[in-house]
């Protein structure tokens, strides 16, 4: 079983639309949780960190935590071509552990 | 710009050359990283460094040898290796001060490495 899935995708949604991205974790244990943004040929780049059960907002992005379900989620409002990229889940127990990724495309 | 540096950016070698892959953080971070990233596969930890110890080893061949002479630079020593090395080799430090490897991770840009 992988430490951590996602739907390697792609996603398409239209510019404006909310896009939504999810992750589902195995280690009961865990304790971070973060969602990272990789854009073709580029290095990842953190976005957002969640710790506790809830939804979080910074900007146009929310995550959101269920430990009880082991799941976390990336909503992305008001989606731009710029948002077109691979999200990235990263869930921490004793280490990092990232899914494969979400391949996302905002068509203008 | 994350403030973590890596060179070189690209690199093609042989199966018997030996190079280096270095990398720099200018953050303060008491622990940097080597990770690998393939292709539709999720990023590889290969090793950590903590206060310039080695505290994690995923079991990686030999062939690859990690350096950490100060907090703040990072090498991977490559030696014979496999075609099936060429990846993405990414470096990445975190402020970690409860030793648990789990602070946020800050990436260097990567080392793209082409093995013939």
């Known amino acids: 079983q992988k430490e951590v899935e996602q739907n390697s995708g792609p996603l398409s949604v239209p510019e404006g639309a909310i896009a939504s991205l999810n992750c589902t974790y195995s280690d009961r244990g865990s304790q971070s949780f973060f969602w990272y943004r990789q854009y073709s040929g580029k290095s990842p780049e953190l976005i957002m960190s969640?710790?506790?059960?809830g939804d979080k907002e910074d900007g146009r992005f929310t995550a959101q935590l269920n430990k009880a379900s082991q799941y976390v989620s990336l909503l992305i409002r008001d989606s731009q071509p710029s948002d077109s990229a691979t999200y990235l889940c990263?869930?921490?127990?004793?280490?990092?552990?990232f899914g494969t990724g979400t391949s996302l495309t905002v068509i203008p | 710009e994350t403030g973590v540096t890596q060179t070189p950016r690209h690199l093609v070698m042989g199966m018997t050359n030996k190079k280096s892959l270095k990398c720099e953080q200018h953050?303060?971070?008491?622990?940097m990283y080597w990770y690998k990233q393939s292709a539709k596969k999720p990023l590889e930890l290969m090793f950590v460094?903590?206060?310039?110890?080695?505290?994690e080893n995923n079991s990686v061949p030999s062939r690859f040898s990690p350096e950490c002479p100060n907090s703040s630079h990072l090498f991977l020593h490559l030696h014979t290796l496999q075609p099936e090395d060429s990846a993405l080799y990414l470096c990445a430090s975190s402020q970690d001060p409860r030793g648990t490897n789990t602070g946020e991770l800050f990436f260097g840009e990567g080392s793209r490495l082409t093995v013939l």
């Open positions: 953050l303060g971070h008491n622990a």
């Open positions: 460094y903590n206060f310039k110890e080695q505290t």
């Open positions: 969640i710790y506790s059960n």
């Open positions: 990263a869930v921490t127990g004793n280490q990092f552990y």
